[in-house]
């Protein structure tokens, strides 16, 4: 079975929000309506949004790291929100594993947005109806764009390619590939909903480098000093 | 959580509609079995059959004003097997049919005894019907809590005890106003009400205080290193992804002062436990029913204070994600 899903480079992620402006202008301007704003240009700007990149600093200065983390529906493979709806307009679809909500179905009591625990879901206010991250399904099914731009519009739009967009049932694809290979992870494991969504750690790059690999003691550059050879042998030159 | 009132009224109002009808069919059934004077079908049962319909009908109208599309509430109705929420749906107005049913058998003297079992019990119609209703009560008082206890990611919800505290809740305010309604209606039953409301209350507050005690020594299953899935011990949030309010900060923060969350929590045990009893104890032999009234009000106010700091003391974990403004 297809599970579709996104797999999120924490390392690659710089938080430039071009995954967040583009999943915006993609979803208010799609056959669904639009993800109404409140007072956009006013004091006390709100309004609904399917991805989100928020900023944490990890440690204590001046030990600090800088984490950018894009947050939209993870689309569990478990998915909470689904089985509490009362209308059943909150579903998993057989095809893709992606999650939805039934726009013409939604009665807008905010069960669903209790039984998420990661906050992934939000109340369009001019709607009255629950909303949240398709996975752009409208882009990843029409067929009749070409296949490169069948992709989530943040995908697509990531300037840094932090985001990838694929099956993870598929052992063999990219998004699986990454996660195996790079460590990808799943939010709150703990609670069973078997998010479908990965995140790839911050990656460390080091390499070991001795003092005495720094400064060779016949290192022929430095013309000032008498070269060893002329004084014998030193322990570089010793076979082993 | 933000405490919605549309949902604070549904809980207390319908949780006091069951109680009430459930104090009228236990007073049926303890005067079928000659423990209590027989009262009159109508003044007594009917009349209080359309008292609790009324608070029912009060609570499923505020329902209403919790969703975002009403004109489509029906719908809710569909998916009983999965969620607590659609079997509420169904069972509230199944149990307010069968107490309008109660309610109009009583009224309309229908009361003939159809048979008698074992040459002792004489079973009637409004016998058979109060089963019915009594059954539904009780999975009221169920599904009404389970939506809330189901909720394994809200700790303080996830527990038997909500269950048992909406329950009993439900039950003292019923009976507590069923002592009032007897003083009115002058039937000999006022001492019984009492009786079994100051039980009632007296055990809605154990199980209150248990939960109170334990939510606060409750153990967080994830803190924002596992929201992130960065390990360290200490992470701040310096930004949320936006500056203004959203759905998220809205709905699940209550966004007042921990010194008002804890007047609220000391308000609903004076309200709901003590202020009540006192007042029914030193009531019940006069028969006082402006005093019997005056406890349930107090003690209604008091259960909307309790369901209101039922919410504020929920911490969702997606609060986690939402720590900082900016």
Not at chain 1, 143 to 166: I, N
Not at chain 2, 96 to 118: A, E, H, I, P, S
Not at chain 2, 158 to 177: C, D, I, M, Q
Not at chain 2, 220 to 225: A, D, F, K
Request: with cysteine; net charge neutral; glycine share 6%.
């Amino acid at each position: 079975m297809t599970q579709l899903a996104l797999v999120i480079d924490l390392n690659v992620c710089v938080g430039c929000h071009a995954c967040v402006t583009s999943c915006k202008q993609w979803n208010t301007s799609g056959w669904a309506g639009p993800l109404a704003d409140q007072r956009p240009y006013d004091q006390d700007p709100t309004g609904t949004f399917f991805n989100r990149v928020q900023t944490f600093e990890v440690g204590e200065y001046p030990n600090t790291e800088t984490v950018h983390f894009p947050k939209s529906c993870l689309h569990c493979e478990e998915p909470p929100c689904v089985p509490v709806c009362p209308t059943g307009a909150s579903y998993k679809r057989e095809d893709n594993g992606v999650v939805l909500v039934d726009y013409d179905k939604c009665i807008g009591c905010k069960y669903c947005s209790w039984a998420c625990p990661y906050g992934m879901r939000e109340l369009d206010e001019n709607q009255k109806v629950m909303k949240k991250c398709t996975l752009c399904i409208d882009r990843i099914t029409d067929e009749s764009l070409p296949e490169r731009e069948r992709k989530p519009s943040c995908v697509l739009s990531c300037p840094t390619d932090a985001r990838l967009f694929g099956d993870v049932h598929d052992p063999d694809s990219e998004v699986s590939v990454a996660i195996r290979e790079q460590g990808g992870y799943q939010l709150m494991p703990e609670w069973g909903t078997k998010p479908a969504n990965h995140y790839l750690p911050r990656r460390k790059a080091k390499i070991q480098i001795h003092e005495d690999e720094l400064d060779r003691a016949d290192n022929p550059l430095k013309k000032e000093a008498p070269l060893p050879a002329a004084e014998g042998e030193t322990l570089d030159d010793v076979a082993w | 959580m933000h405490p919605a009132f549309s949902v604070i009224f549904l809980t207390t109002l319908i949780g006091a509609g069951q109680g009430l009808f459930l104090a009228l069919y236990t007073g049926q059934v303890y005067s079928i079995a000659n423990l209590l004077d027989p009262q009159d079908s109508v003044t007594f049962y009917a009349w209080g059959s359309l008292l609790a319909l009324f608070l029912l009908a009060l609570g499923l109208l505020a329902s209403f004003f919790h969703l975002g599309h009403p004109e489509r509430a029906w719908r809710s109705a569909t998916q009983w097997r999965t969620s607590w929420l659609s079997r509420e749906v169904i069972v509230l107005p199944v149990f307010m049919f069968f107490v309008m049913l109660y309610g109009l058998f009583n009224y309309f003297g229908l009361t003939d005894v159809l048979f008698v079992v074992r040459g002792q019990l004489p079973v009637d119609s409004t016998l058979l019907i109060g089963l019915l209703a009594t059954l539904m009560a009780f999975a009221l008082y169920l599904s009404t809590a389970m939506i809330y206890a189901s909720l394994k990611f809200l700790q303080e919800w996830h527990s038997p005890l909500t269950v048992v505290n909406y329950t009993l809740l439900g039950l003292a305010s019923g009976f507590t106003l069923a002592a009032g309604f007897a003083a009115w209606t002058h039937a000999n039953l006022v001492g019984f009400y009492v009786g079994w409301a100051v039980i009632f209350t007296m055990l809605g507050m154990i199980s209150r205080f248990a939960s109170l005690y334990r939510n606060s020594r409750i153990k967080r299953l994830v803190e924002t290193s596992n929201a992130i899935g960065v390990k360290h011990n200490r992470i701040v949030q310096k930004s949320q992804g936006f500056m203004g309010g959203s759905f998220n900060t809205r709905e699940f923060f209550h966004g007042k002062s921990a010194s008002f969350v804890r007047f609220m929590r000391n308000s609903f045990i004076v309200l709901v436990f003590i202020v009540p009893v006192v007042i029914m104890i030193s009531a019940a032999n006069a028969g006082s029913f402006h005093l019997l009234i005056v406890a349930f009000v107090v003690q209604y106010l008091g259960l909307i204070a309790e369901r209101w700091y039922f919410f504020a003391d929920a911490q969702h974990p997606q609060n986690l994600y939402y720590q900082a403004n900016g």
